[in-house]
Every structure is written in structure tokens, then in C-alpha cells.
T-cell receptor
């Protein structure tokens, strides 16, 4: 099993809809989770970090963490064409002292 | 506030040549990282540094050398470039711990002919 798994997509949603991006992970003791957005030809930029079970909201973005089920998700409300990008899930693994990235999910928001 | 910068942004070289990619950060972050990003592999850690003069291998260190004599600089050297090292290279930094948020530089696109 990969340490971090994401559906590569592309996930296509219409403008104004909710985009739901999911990430599962194998390390039961991971405590720090991150969502990065990467536009084509650009570097990853942090959207949100989450450390506790439950939801964390920041504007149109909500990160959801469920450690028991070992998944973290990112919801984007009122999706805009400018949200079209690759979304990378990352988590810090204490075993190995490393940040592990998923391969990313391509999101396309159609106007 | 420049943050984290990389140079050059684009580089074309030939097999067997030595290449050095530069990374500079202005935040005084303790940790610095080098990643490569390839289709099908995502981001893979090459080397990282916890502080000046402290470096350690990541997932794919073979063929690369790093140094960190100053906190703000973390150069990556390909001692004898190979075609398999054609990639996009990202430098990143985090404030205190490996687990802190990592901030990425703009990247260097390297092509080895």
C-alpha cells in the first residue's frame, strides 16, 4: 500500500459546484496533514494544514480529517475556473521523519 | 520580501557535465529541502538539511550532492548529469521542524541531453 494515495483524476466539476478531493494514508500515527495546490508549471503552494480530527474551514476551503479511517479530504465550495489545478495531499510521517506527498488530483472547473 | 528563490529557472546541459542548482531563502528557516517532480512519481525528496552543516539523504539521493555552509543557501549539485535526472527541481524550507509547513521555491526545469 502506498503511503499516501489520491485519485489522479481529472475531477471535473461545473463552476459554482462543490469539489471534493480525497486522500487516504497508511501511517496510523501521522499527526500533520497538508493540502497544496499546484498550477501547471508552478510550484506547490499551501492551501491548508490540519492536525486534529474534524473539519477546518478557511474561506471556500474545508479540510476534513478522520484519523480512525485514515483519510483527509478537501472540499472547495463555489468552485471557480481559477481553482483548476493539481491538488497535492501531504502528511508528516514521524517514522522516517519525512513529509510524504501524494501524486495529486487534477481538478478542472468548467465555466 | 523574496522568500525562497531558485536559480537558474531553466537549464539545459549534457550528459556527464556537472550542474549546480541554487536555492536561497530569506526567512532564516532551519530546514531546507530539495525535491524532484516527475510525471508518475510526484514529489520525491532528494536531500534535506536541518541546519547549517547538517544534511541528510532523502528518498532519491544517488547522483546528487548538497552542502549548507550558510543557513540561507542550499545548493544541489549533480556531479555527472544523466538523462534520468531530467526533471523539475523544487527547493523548499520549513521554519523549525520537518513537520512544519514547507514553502516551495519557483522550481528549476533541468534538461539533460
Amino acid at each position: 500500500q502506498k503511503e499516501v494515495e489520491q485519485n489522479s483524476g481529472p475531477l471535473s466539476v461545473p463552476e459554482g459546484a462543490i469539489a471534493s478531493l480525497n486522500c487516504t494514508y497508511s501511517d496510523r500515527v501521522s499527526q500533520s496533514f497538508f493540502w497544496y495546490r499546484q498550477y501547471s508549471g508552478k510550484s506547490p503552494e499551501l492551501i491548508m494544514s490540519i492536525y486534529s480530527n474534524g473539519d477546518k474551514e478557511d474561506g471556500r476551503f474545508t479540510a476534513q480529517l478522520n484519523k480512525a479511517s485514515q483519510y483527509v479530504s478537501l472540499l472547495i465550495r463555489d468552485s471557480q475556473p481559477s481553482d483548476s489545478a493539481t491538488y497535492l495531499c501531504a502528511l508528516y510521517m514521524e517514522y522516517g521523519n519525512k513529509l510524504v506527498f501524494g501524486a495529486g488530483t487534477i481538478l478542472r472547473v468548467k465555466s | 520580501d523574496a522568500g525562497i528563490t531558485q536559480s537558474p529557472r531553466y537549464k539545459i546541459t549534457e550528459t556527464g557535465r556537472q550542474v549546480t542548482l541554487m536555492c536561497h531563502q530569506t526567512w532564516s528557516h532551519s530546514y531546507m529541502f530539495w525535491y524532484r517532480q516527475d510525471l508518475g512519481h510526484g514529489l520525491r525528496l532528494i536531500y534535506y538539511s536541518a541546519a547549517a552543516d547538517i544534511t541528510d539523504k532523502g528518498e532519491v539521493p544517488d547522483g546528487y550532492v548538497v552542502s549548507r555552509s550558510k543557513t540561507e543557501n542550499f545548493p544541489l549539485t549533480l556531479e555527472s548529469a544523466t538523462r534520468s535526472q531530467t526533471s523539475v527541481y523544487f527547493c523548499a524550507s520549513s521554519e523549525i521542524r520537518m513537520a512544519d509547513t514547507q514553502y516551495f521555491g519557483p522550481g528549476t526545469r533541468l534538461t539533460v541531453l
